[in-house]
């Protein structure tokens, strides 16, 4: 299969979610909604667990991605993701990443297999989709 990537870095072709939407197998679905459950504290159904990747259809998207702006902004002016574009810093770009920061540190505390198929593909996304400005963590410049 050949990799895709969501507009602000995430790999869909390794996003449980698009994995079981591809295979078209509700026990798929349902292992996906519980540990999103016990991982993220998510309380979706198995039956929203589908996605055809950022760029596909909205009817084949994750509700909750419909809403990304990054998404929007990309679809829009018909580049393949953020790393295509040279508008730095991105507001649009930096909410839709910082959804992910910290994962990595998940790895620590959970079984290889778990991290492995339901937090790294949600992992690096500013390291695919560069320049992204990164978050102040309080402090500001003056």
Same mark, same amino acid.
């Given at each position: ?53 950022? %760029?596909?259809?909205?009817? @084949?998207?994750?509700?909750?991605? !419909? =809403? ?7 679809? #829009? &002016? +018909? ?35 778990? %991290?492995?198929?339901?937090? @790294?593909?949600?992992?690096?996304? !500013? =390291? ?7 978050? #102040? &963590? +309080?402090?500001?410049?003056?």
């Amino acid at each position: 299969m050949t990799a895709r990537m969501s507009a602000c870095g995430v790999l869909c072709s390794e996003c449980p979610a698009f994995l079981a939407h591809r295979a078209g197998d509700p026990a798929m679905r349902e292992r996906v909604a519980a540990a999103w459950h016990e991982l993220y504290g998510l309380d979706f159904g198995p039956d929203v667990i589908r996605c055809g990747g950022c %760029f596909g259809p909205d009817d @084949q998207l994750f509700h909750t991605s !419909r =809403r990304c702006a990054a998404r929007r902004c990309c679809r #829009s &002016r +018909g580049l393949a993701s953020c790393a295509k574009c040279g508008d730095r810093p991105c507001a649009d770009l930096e909410k839709a990443q910082s959804v992910w920061d910290g994962l990595e540190e998940r790895a620590a505390t959970l079984p290889r297999s778990v %991290f492995r198929e339901f937090v @790294q593909p949600y992992c690096g996304a !500013r =390291r695919r989709v560069p320049n992204a400005p990164r978050p #102040s &963590r +309080g402090r500001r410049e003056r």
